[in-house]
């Protein structure tokens, strides 16, 4: 290591031998790790209004009800499984037929 390396950037202290670590006058952190950006406050307050107009759109689609069907949608009857229970009904109310029409047949 040259002398450079041995400074803090920060503040320009000696720091120890190790190969990473904490400067022990300022507390920067240096060594193999340490990845130096630069961030402004133009920087920060531009992620910040992204994050908020984020959060508020997702709490908005959240917080919307399910769509409803309008009210002058078509009624779909015996199509698909929504159908289902309106057949059985149709077929439990003529097997009932007949076996009342079979039975007064067997009385008279």
Do not use: W
């Not at 959240?62 to 059985?88: C, D, K, Y």
């Amino acid at each position: 290591m040259t002398m450079m390396d041995k400074t803090c950037a920060k503040c320009g202290a000696l720091l120890p031998d190790e190969d990473e670590g904490l400067c022990p006058s300022c507390g920067t952190p240096f060594g193999k790790q340490t990845v130096a950006l630069s961030v402004t406050s133009e920087m920060l307050a531009h992620a910040a209004k992204q994050n908020a107009a984020e959060a508020a759109r997702k709490s908005a689609t959240t917080q919307q009800s399910p769509p409803q069907p309008p009210l002058n949608a078509p009624v779909r009857s015996g199509a698909g499984p929504g159908g289902l229970p309106m057949i059985a009904i149709v077929g439990g109310l003529a097997v009932i037929i007949i076996l009342m029409a079979v039975l007064l047949a067997l009385i008279l």
